[in-house]
């Protein structure tokens, strides 16, 4: 708690270098296989895999951590359908400009909408053992990065969905 406390109290400025998004997302699914198989939760990967963009690799990886071990963590034990998707894509707004976009779905039992509201908050947790400091983190990490972060309850019903959109002119983003 200390340690994540500090992360958000004391920002480090970013040290951009060219990220491999689908790397990046493969390596913390593997640094969280034991989270995943003590849940008993399946996580699912979806990824452009020439996606590459200009960010702070350390900081990106604690961000998609966060809202990976989250999205494990939302899930009930007594849900069948017990899932985390990750999908990584480009998308192309009205205006002409090109996205990098991480999605991370959930099967949990969504959010409530009186929280939805409050998750970025420090502080904020509907978590026994949290700190509320994650989220928040996770959040100025992407605006760091110019981006934007959001949460919403699925289309289809079924959990939560995080958002990850970086405009990739402003990024310095590429592809491969």
Same mark, same amino acid.
């Given at each position: 708690m200390?340690?994540?406390?500090?992360?958000?109290?004391r920002p480090q400025p970013l040290q951009l270098e060219q990220v491999s998004l689908p790397e990046l997302i493969s390596e913390c699914a593997t640094e969280l296989e034991p989270v995943f *198989?003590? &849940?008993?939760?399946?996580l699912t990967i979806e990824s452009d895999e020439s996606l590459i963009i200009g960010a702070d690799e350390r900081m990106l990886r604690q961000a998609m951590l966060n809202l990976m071990r989250n999205?494990?963590?939302a899930v009930p034990e007594e849900k069948t359908e017990r899932r985390v998707v990750v999908r990584s894509f480009r998308d192309h707004d009205p205006a002409g400009k090109t996205w990098a976009v991480v999605e991370v779905?959930?099967?949990?039992?969504?959010?409530?909408? *009186?929280? &939805?509201?409050?998750?970025?908050?420090?502080?904020?947790?509907t978590k026994p053992k949290g700190h509320g400091v994650g989220l928040a983190l996770t959040h100025r990490v992407i605006t760091e990065h110019g981006g934007t972060l959001?949460?919403?309850?699925?289309?289809d019903g079924v959990g939560a969905v995080f958002t990850i959109r970086l405009r990739m002119s402003d990024m310095r983003l590429s592809c491969r």
């Open positions: 200390v340690t994540a406390f500090l992360n958000f109290a *198989a003590e &849940l008993k939760v399946e999205g494990a963590e779905k959930d099967t949990g039992s969504g959010i409530p909408p *009186a929280q &939805l509201q409050k998750i970025f908050i420090p502080f904020f947790t959001t949460a919403a309850n699925a289309v």
